[in-house]
């Protein structure tokens, strides 16, 4: 190899080798570089879960039960309308639902066969007693007659009188009007036009507007926590935007109804309360009420044991097992020594969080 060629041998190698080191220099840069770029992604990855929050409150909370019913009489407030003698109707006046004041008219009736020939024998009696009476003084002043048998033959037309004014008085003999001698709504009629009612038979039912209460049918198996005394909050089914009437549970009975298979609750209702008869309404029994510890009902999730709450701390949400106490539709008591009024809870987005994950509040 002549000198020259070995020169360019030389220059060659040289050149070949600082090529290669600028390369591997580029690759391990470029190398590093990528390495902090996916650091930083990585990072700037990490999820943070946005959330609305609420402030656990300690404020009073009632569980209520709800049941539906109707409005009756009060238990012996039922006013009945009935006359002592057998009597054919001939005009009903009234309607059920009807309002009525004292002194007006109900129905027009008459006497039937039976009646009239009890009036007749009625008279008959009479006559016959004081025309006895009146031999009875003659024989008296004789002195044929003792005191005994005068005071016995006044008695006797006294009776006579007696029971012949209490059939005129009725009506028996003559039509005429039944009328009221009480106010009030008409609960029910009775009869009809033509009928014959026997003696006693209740012709018109009247209940006075104020005297009603609410008839509720509660679950068999919710009876346990109704008891006398329980506040009830009344509003009509078909009126919800109404303000509720308050009542006071009164009676529950101890059977199930076999018309509705409902136990019967019987629901004392506010002096002065006004409302129609059969009217159908809800009824919201407070069956407990304290104060306590109080979150929205969103704020829990269920377990298989108990329930599941993200409390708020230094922007990360802390899981927290509680157990749950009195619940109405939208809250719940939250039962938990650790737990404080006004530790904030999440109540939105708290479904896709665990433990120590990383939050932030919306606005």
Same mark, same amino acid.
């Given at each position: 190899m002549t000198k020259k060629s070995f020169v360019i041998l030389i220059l060659v190698l040289v050149t070949g080798g600082i090529v290669g080191y600028s390369l591997s220099k580029n690759t391990a840069k470029n190398a590093? $570089?990528?390495?902090?770029?996916? +650091?930083?992604?990585?990072?700037? /990855?990490?999820? !943070?879960?946005?959330?609305?929050?609420?402030?656990?409150? #300690?404020?009073?909370?009632? *569980? @209520?039960?709800?049941?539906?019913?109707? !409005?009756?009489?009060?238990?012996?407030?039922? #006013?009945?309308?009935?006359?002592?003698?057998?009597?054919?109707?001939? #005009?009903?006046?009234?309607?059920? $639902?009807? =309002?009525?004041?004292?002194?007006?008219?109900?129905?027009?009736?008459?006497? @039937?066969?039976?009646?009239?020939?009890?009036?007749?024998?009625?008279?008959?009696?009479?006559?016959?007693?004081h025309k006895e009476l009146e031999q009875t003084k003659r024989r008296f002043d004789m002195k044929l007659a003792t005191n005994q048998?005068?005071?016995?033959?006044?008695?006797?037309?006294?009776?006579?009188?007696?029971?012949?004014?209490?059939?005129?008085?009725?009506?028996? $003999?003559?039509?005429?009007?039944? #009328? /009221?001698?009480?106010? +009030?709504?008409?609960?029910? !009629?009775?009869?009809?036009?033509?009928?014959?009612?026997?003696?006693? @038979?209740?012709?018109i039912e009247i209940v006075a507007s104020e005297d009603i209460e609410a008839k509720l049918g509660?679950?068999?198996?919710?009876?346990?926590?109704?008891?006398? $005394? *329980?506040? !009830?909050? =009344?509003?009509?089914?078909?009126?919800?935007? /109404?303000?509720?009437?308050?009542?006071?549970?009164?009676?529950?009975?101890?059977?199930?109804?076999?018309?509705?298979?409902?136990v019967d609750v019987f629901v004392s209702l506010s002096p002065g309360t006004r409302l129609l008869l059969a009217a159908y309404v809800r009824g919201e029994i407070a069956i407990a009420s304290r104060e306590t510890l109080v979150v929205p009902r969103e704020a829990v999730l269920p377990n298989e044991s108990d329930f599941t709450l993200y409390l708020v701390h230094d922007d990360r949400a802390v899981e927290k097992r509680v157990k749950l106490g009195l619940e109405t539709a939208s809250e719940v008591e939250v039962i938990d020594s650790s737990l404080k009024e006004g530790d904030r809870v999440v109540t939105v987005g708290n479904r896709e969080l665990s433990d120590g994950m990383e939050i932030k509040e919306s606005k």
């Open positions: 590093s $570089g990528s390495g902090d770029a996916t +650091g930083t992604a990585t990072e700037e /990855s990490k999820p !943070v879960a946005q959330v609305e929050t609420a402030a656990i409150e #300690h404020k009073s909370i009632s *569980q @209520t039960l709800a049941a539906y019913g109707g !409005v009756v009489a009060a238990p012996g407030k039922t #006013h009945f309308m009935a006359v002592s003698f057998e009597s054919r109707v001939k #005009h009903v006046l009234v309607s059920p $639902g009807q =309002i009525v004041n004292k002194g007006d008219a109900l129905l027009e009736l008459e006497g @039937t066969a039976a009646s009239l020939l009890q009036l007749q024998q009625a008279e008959s009696t009479d006559e016959e007693a048998e005068l005071n016995q033959a006044q008695k006797a037309a006294a009776d006579a009188d007696l029971l012949l004014n209490s059939l005129r008085q009725q009506g028996v $003999g003559s039509a005429g009007k039944i #009328h /009221s001698d009480t106010g +009030g709504v008409v609960a029910k !009629v009775d009869v009809e036009d033509g009928q014959v009612a026997a003696s006693g @038979t209740p012709l509660a679950e068999p198996e919710d009876v346990r926590k109704i008891a006398p $005394g *329980q506040k !009830v909050g =009344i509003s009509l089914v078909n009126d919800p935007g /109404s303000p509720a009437i308050e009542g006071t549970v009164r009676l529950v009975t101890q059977r199930v109804n076999p018309t509705d298979r409902l």
